[in-house]
């Protein structure tokens, strides 16, 4: 969705960077949880396959992807809105002041 802004195209990365900094550092923290919570549990499962094995520190990072995963879900949709905001895909006043202000 970023790509497809005026604002990327015109190369004002560092513009949307400052706008979405929260939803594109909480996407990359969601999907290192989400990584290390499955390596985890295939690494468990790999080695005793016969039974149920969940242990505290597995818990512990369980219940913080899910929150994560939650906050992600937020962040997402709420991006996705914001994009919808015709400044983003047409030159306009409001863009040349924000890149005026990012250079100061």
Known sequence: MFFNTFVF???LVSLLFRKFKGTIVLSALYFALSI???VWVMNLRWRN???FVWTD???ALFVFQRLAAV?????Y??????????RFYQDSLWLRQEFLHGRR
Do not use: I, M, N, W
Not at 77 to 86: I, M, N, Q
């Open 36 to 38: 290390a919570l499955h």
């Open 57 to 59: 520190g597995l818990l």
């Open 77 to 86: 949709k709420r991006t996705a809105v914001r994009l919808g905001d015709p």
């Open 49 to 51: 396959s016969t039974s």
């Open 71 to 75: 906050l992600y879900c937020y962040f």
């Open 9 to 11: 195209q015109a190369g």
